[in-house]
């Protein structure tokens, strides 16, 4: 039971490492108007590529939640590269023809109640993320700075497709060898024949 317990253990801590939360790195938060804003971003350290954005927009006055609201965001380059970064073909996306008015949805993600779009970010550098919120007549904008780092490098990117097929050897090899093990201690514990 102790090993087992500690295998179970030890499962959790792996996996607690890679669990994600659902809106990602809060980025921004703050009091526009009659709306608190509280921005998020994914992957948690950002990298030229694809970045989930969503944003959570609350009342001021009681922090429900404001779910008739229209998002859009800008982003705006201050400063990097300005060439594109070579991209994974998994990480491929249809860009958009700019970055500016990209429309935020509220279906976007698993949590309902945030306004998020997934874009693209051609290049490492810091980049202004503008977001323009309506909801009536009421028009507010906020405005936040994201550090943008290059892409991770095509072995770095590809790692775990390449342990893969190692893990799983090791896996069958350590199995037959605990089949051989067992296999060896029925044979010395044959009763003798008489």
């Not at 938060?29 to 994914?42: A, L």
């Not at 023809?97 to 874009?119: F, M, Q, T, W």
Request: charged share 15%; hydrophobic share 45%.
């Amino acid at each position: 039971m102790n090993s087992r317990l500690q295998t179970a253990f030890l499962f959790w801590l792996i996996l607690s490492n890679v669990a994600l939360a659902d809106g990602g790195t809060i980025r921004l938060q703050t009091d526009t108007g009659s709306f608190h804003i509280t921005v998020f971003t994914q992957p948690p350290v950002l990298a030229a590529g694809p970045v989930d954005i969503s944003v959570l927009v609350q009342n001021r006055k009681d922090l429900s939640p404001v779910m008739d609201a229209t998002l859009a965001f800008d982003l705006i380059p201050f400063e990097g590269t300005g060439a594109k970064s070579w991209m994974p073909p998994s990480s491929a996306m249809s860009t958009s023809s700019g970055l500016s008015a990209i429309p935020a949805r509220l279906d976007h993600g698993e949590n309902r109640l945030l306004y998020g779009a997934a874009v693209q970010i051609p290049h490492s550098g810091r980049w202004g993320l503008r977001i323009h919120l309506q909801r009536a007549s009421e028009t507010s904008t906020v405005e936040t700075l994201l550090t943008v780092a290059p892409p991770t490098s095509p072995p770095l990117a590809y790692w775990h497709l390449f342990a893969l097929p190692g893990v799983f050897a090791g896996i069958f090899v350590l199995h037959q060898i605990a089949l051989r093990a067992r296999k060896k201690r029925k044979l010395s514990f044959a009763p003798l024949p008489l």
